[in-house]
């Protein structure tokens, strides 16, 4: 008897009255793109990529019109050439040729560079939002649903902290709503 008394009294601080609540585990959820492109910074940043790869492509096109120029020049007086000066003109287009589609290639790839350049201090920053609304609501971890990653989320365990995040960076409701009251006015214009 005097053992079953001494068990019962070190089981006692695992039991749990009805009126205490375990504190179950939560975690967040957010659509990692919605934030990242309402962030102002990030239409800044979309702005001057586009203004960059407006450069780049006007390059592309210059050299296109210019091996376009000369390939006219080509064929209007491959008839009329000797020879040698023929095979000159064909290695000079071969040139201009390989040179355009080498452009186009590292165009591309140092657009990319600068788009990943521009966008890593608005991912630092939101990654930091994130952090800071996750550490003070308590998650356990915080899930990114786009790409329907997560189709479903228990309300009990799951929170969805787009709008907390949105508020820690700054961004008000009203910037966000603007596309959706633009439609929904212009729809309203129709009418």
């Not at 210019?66 to 209007?76: A, G, S, V």
């Not at 521009?118 to 609304?133: C, D, G, H, K, T």
């Amino acid at each position: 008897m005097k053992q079953l008394i001494t068990l019962l009294f070190a089981l006692l601080p695992f039991t749990v009255s009805a009126q205490e609540q375990v504190r179950v585990p939560q975690f967040g959820y957010l659509s990692y793109n919605t934030v990242f492109q309402s962030m102002p910074e990030y239409k800044q940043a979309q702005a001057d990529f586009a203004a960059l790869k407006a450069k780049y492509d006007a390059e592309a096109t210059r050299a296109e019109e210019e091996f376009q120029r000369k390939f006219t020049e080509f064929l209007n007086g491959q008839k009329d050439f000797p020879q040698s000066i023929m095979l000159k003109r064909q290695a000079e287009l071969q040139d201009l040729m390989d040179r355009s589609i080498a452009f186009r290639k590292e165009s591309s790839r140092l657009l990319a560079e600068a788009e990943a350049r521009m966008q890593a201090p608005i991912a630092s920053q939101l990654n930091q939002a994130i952090y800071e609304v996750a550490a003070e609501r308590g998650l356990i971890y915080v899930l990114n649903t786009d790409g329907n990653a997560v189709p479903f989320v228990h309300p009990q365990v799951g929170v969805d902290i787009t709008e907390a995040v949105k508020q820690k960076l700054g961004i008000k409701e009203e910037q966000a709503e603007k596309p959706q009251e633009a439609q929904a006015e212009q729809q309203s214009n129709e009418q």
